[in-house]
């Protein structure tokens, strides 16, 4: 079974939730999600510091990073973390890994693009192979609530875009990104194991198999 962690800074509990929905698609994908949040307590001089999540992360086959967009681009407190992981990148503890990234933000506007395009180049540094948001099913499409004003194909970023609320706030929470970033999780958990050669199986089907051999034990 595939490790796949996620990374994330939430300032009011926005991000937070999507990371937590990518968690459960990763989950009913057959894997097994790891969440990890950015904490301030973790920011020591103005450096991050927590060399055994560094440890966890490089024993993971993907990691996935979210963060809101601010004033144009990536969160401070996760740049830090960024900034933090040099040592993986010397070690090249995260090449080959596959990275993934989602964002969120309360404006319509490419903001949130800016901190994508920051996840995708963080992982380019390391190494990574980047997994898009491409859905299996081509058909796949949610239609925001009144107050997106968009509608989310298969193929985007989970990343909300409700005007006029405040900057992460888990409430701003537009319903169709939560199944967009359970859509995302699936499908990260999907490349790893095209990659790993495996093949995945069913929530439904695990648990069969997991009834049949504790049959077996009696």
Partial sequence: MSNIAIVYYSQGGATAMIAHSVAQGVNDAGAHAQLFSIEPHQLIGNQWHDEVMLSRLAA?????????????????????????????????????????????????????????????????????????????????????????????????????????????????????????????????ASLVARLAGEVLESPAVLARRALEAAERRL
């Avoid at 993986?88 to 990275?99: I, Q, Y």
């Avoid at 058909?139 to 989310?152: H, V």
Wanted: with cysteine.
């Fill in 60 to 188: 993971a086959d993907a990691i996935i990073f979210g963060a809101p967009a601010f004033q144009g681009g990536v969160a401070a407190a996760f740049k830090a973390f960024a900034d933090a992981t040099t040592g993986m990148w010397r070690a090249r503890s995260w090449r080959n890994k596959v990275a993934g990234g989602f964002s969120f933000s309360c404006r319509a506007s490419e903001d949130k693009r800016n901190t994508l395009d920051y996840f995708a180049a963080l992982a380019a540094q390391h190494g990574m192979v980047w997994a898009d948001a491409q859905a299996d099913d081509a058909d796949f499409e949610m239609r925001g609530s009144a107050g997106s004003m968009a509608t989310r194909f298969a193929g985007d970023f989970p990343a909300v875009t409700a005007p006029g609320v405040e900057v992460d706030a888990a409430y701003a929470l537009d319903p169709a990104d939560v199944i967009a970033g359970k859509q995302y999780g699936r499908n990260v």
